[in-house]
């Protein structure tokens, strides 16, 4: 391993030289890729129609900054609203960076709505939402916290409540309730869904008290799930929500959406990012959602995903003392073990598979959105035979 790096992640032994499709390459070996960068490379690698709007963006403009217009951008803003709820959008470079924007977008609303002491943002357990010092109080991880903030156990302004327990939340509500935060579908906390009148009481109560509706998409976003935006799969309309990983490719972009009344607090000066909706990654992240968000796409990614997870769900029958459960919506999928995530995630490595490990003993099966149906096919193969080695 190299003695330059940070050490602060636990990399496997792994280099990889290219990449196509769902495929990955080191020198000798061939590797089917169900972890996609963690959700980022929605098309594959190496797609042709990314390379194409890369090569021609970097022939024209890379980066002027927000000190002007940008036409890459405003294009992109504009796309991005029209296939949601949303009228506004603010561009940045990681999911992180999105999240933290919406913890500043929701305080300012109600700043400049007069409302001064609404700060406090309720967010769930198993919840993540990014490695910087907002989003890891936001973030249900404790570990992630550890050594880290200005002062110990402080009121970072983050409620948290149990998921799927609408009474406890609605406890928690008080005047000083900026908004409600939460994953639709939530990714690291172990692909954990809720039931759609979970959604429905929180839109309804958001409603009643004047808080803001606020969703991470950072994972679930970008057709993901088989919708563009995940939230469409649940019935409650967001004011805000958070964009990044999948929207680039592979290429880094984050996103923040919003409504027109919420845009409102934000003028010149308020927030920024030298980076943020350059031409480069816009035009790129443009090519993705000029093929993301068609219907044919869509129900692609809906089709497979259901094919996949049906699979899974009869190789759960056949060994039931090792799965306990399989989860998700789309191509956003996890199994749920009895046995460690990690010792399953080597054992599928050897045999050529890449899944990622999630919080509370989930596997991630994270394929390109585009993936090839004889490609599941081997991957549930792969899985069938990793349990029968450990059964
Ligand atoms: N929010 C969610 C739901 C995520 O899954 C992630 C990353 O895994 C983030 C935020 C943070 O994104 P990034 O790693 O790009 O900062």
């Not at 002007?68 to 294009?75: F, G, L, N």
């Amino acid at each position: 391993m190299n003695n330059y790096i940070l050490p602060n992640y636990n990399r496997i032994n792994l280099k990889f030289i290219n990449g196509k499709g769902s495929w990955l390459y080191t020198k000798n070996d061939k590797y089917l890729d169900f972890s996609s960068g963690i959700a980022v490379n929605c098309l594959g690698h190496s797609n042709t129609k990314l390379i194409k709007a890369l090569e021609f963006q970097s022939k024209k403009l890379w980066h002027t900054s927000n000190l002007y217009r940008i036409s890459e951008q405003e294009i992109l803003a504009k796309k991005l609203c029209e296939y949601s709820f949303a009228d506004k959008a603010f561009f940045c470079n990681s999911g992180a960076e999105a999240m933290e924007a919406v913890v500043k977008i929701i305080r300012r609303y109600h700043y400049m709505r007069g409302d001064y002491n609404r700060k406090n943002i309720i967010v769930l357990n198993n919840a993540f939402h990014g490695r910087t010092l907002t989003t890891i109080q936001a973030g249900s991880n404790k570990f992630h916290r550890e050594g880290f903030l200005a002062k110990n156990n402080c009121d970072c302004g983050f409620s948290r409540v149990l998921s799927n327990d609408i009474a406890f939340l609605e406890k928690k509500i008080n005047k000083n309730t900026a908004a409600i935060l939460f994953e639709p579908i939530q990714g690291e906390g172990g692909i954990n869904t809720f039931s759609k009148s979970f959604f429905k009481n929180i839109k309804q109560l958001c409603k009643e008290k004047e808080i803001l509706l606020a969703f991470d998409e950072v994972q679930s976003g970008i057709a993901r799930t088989g919708k563009l935006f995940s939230y469409e799969w649940f019935g409650a309309v967001p004011d805000i929500i958070s964009l990044a990983k999948g929207l680039g490719g592979g290429f880094p972009i984050g996103a923040v959406l919003m409504v027109d009344k919420v845009s409102k607090c934000m003028g010149p000066g308020t927030h920024g990012s030298t980076f943020g909706g350059n031409q480069l990654a816009c035009s790129v992240a443009l090519a993705v959602i000029k093929e993301v968000a068609k219907k044919s796409f869509l129900s692609k990614v809906q089709s497979n995903g259901t094919f996949l997870k049906e699979e899974l769900k009869k190789i759960k029958k056949k060994f039931p003392n090792l799965v306990s459960s399989i989860k998700g919506k789309g191509l956003l999928i996890g199994i749920e073990l009895k046995i460690s995530t990690q010792k399953f995630c080597i054992l599928a490595r050897e045999k050529k598979l890449l899944l990622v490990p999630a919080a509370n003993n989930v596997v991630r099966l994270l394929p390109p959105l585009n993936v090839k149906k004889d490609e599941i096919n081997m991957a549930i193969k792969i899985i069938q035979k990793c349990l029968e080695d450990l059964s």
